[in-house]
């Protein structure tokens, strides 16, 4: 956050994949990392049978983000075996000792709220590849939909700030615009239905992330 913003290009990740159609698309389109959900109460839930055909279909250069909210060592390790992950995305109350038990580059997920207090977190998770910023929810781990107030994004961090809820093609130019971050993280703001992507959608989403770039 605190870098010059002409030197910096805000990354986009989509998340919530379950068909390999709409995966290659995106891929297609330029998107820098996709998200496969692990997480069996989300209706963007995949199976390990379902990771592994949407990775092996994808083109060179994705990154593929696993998302795990506070699931069994086994049941990730399981998953490691299968699904060629990049990177584990932790949604839930996983200390950093559990996000680094795997020897793979992670994100900690962080639900904001005006309590949330960004230098105790980047002490704490001080070896995640970046903290990924969220709307809080008492009951949902993410994937709300909604946006959080912005204005609580530290001014200065020491990790990549990845942004993430209820950014849409209305929003993200004016999100990167005001406050640069490292990365832009959407599921539902590109989606035709829960799980289903829309590649119109998806289209003009990364439009306007390159509008926002660009000013």
Same mark, same amino acid.
């Given at each position: 956050?605190?870098?010059? /913003?002409?030197?910096?290009?805000? /990354? ?10 709409? =995966? ?7 998107? !820098? ?10 209706? /963007? ?20 983000? %696993?998302?795990?909210? @506070? ?8 998953? +490691?075996?299968?699904?060629? +992950? ?6 839930? @109350? ?7 038990? $795997? ?13 949330? @207090? ?9 070896? *995640?590849?970046?903290?990924?910023? @969220?709307? $809080? ?13 912005? /204005? ?11 942004? =993430? %809820? ?15 971050? $490292? *990365? ?8 035709? =239905?829960?799980?289903?992507? !829309? ?12 509008? %926002?770039?660009?000013?």
């Amino acid at each position: 956050m605190d870098l010059e /913003r002409n030197s910096m290009r805000t /990354r986009v990740k989509i998340c919530g994949f379950t068909r390999v159609d709409d =995966a290659i698309q995106a891929a297609y389109l330029g998107v !820098d990392a996709i998200g496969l959900v692990f997480y069996p109460t989300s209706p /963007r839930n995949v199976s390990i049978t379902q990771a592994a055909e949407i990775v092996r279909a994808l083109p060179p250069f994705v990154s593929v983000i %696993g998302l795990f909210v @506070d699931a069994e060592v086994q049941f990730i390790r399981e998953v +490691l075996a299968k699904v060629s +992950l990049d990177c584990l995305q932790f949604h839930g @109350d996983e200390p950093a000792t559990a996000c680094r038990e $795997y020897g793979k580059p992670y994100i900690k997920a962080i639900r904001v709220n005006e309590e949330t @207090d960004f230098n105790v977190l980047a002490l704490e998770y001080q070896d *995640a590849a970046g903290l990924l910023l @969220d709307a $809080y929810d008492p009951q949902a781990k993410g994937g709300t939909g909604h946006v959080f107030d912005w /204005r609580l994004l530290p001014k200065q961090s020491a990790l990549p700030i990845i942004l =993430a %809820g209820g950014l849409t093609t209305a929003n993200v130019g004016s999100a990167i615009q005001q406050y640069a971050p $490292y *990365a832009v993280d959407v599921s539902s703001g590109v989606e035709a =239905a829960k799980g289903i992507k !829309d590649s119109a959608k998806m289209a003009e989403f990364l439009r306007e992330v390159t509008k %926002g770039n660009k000013i």
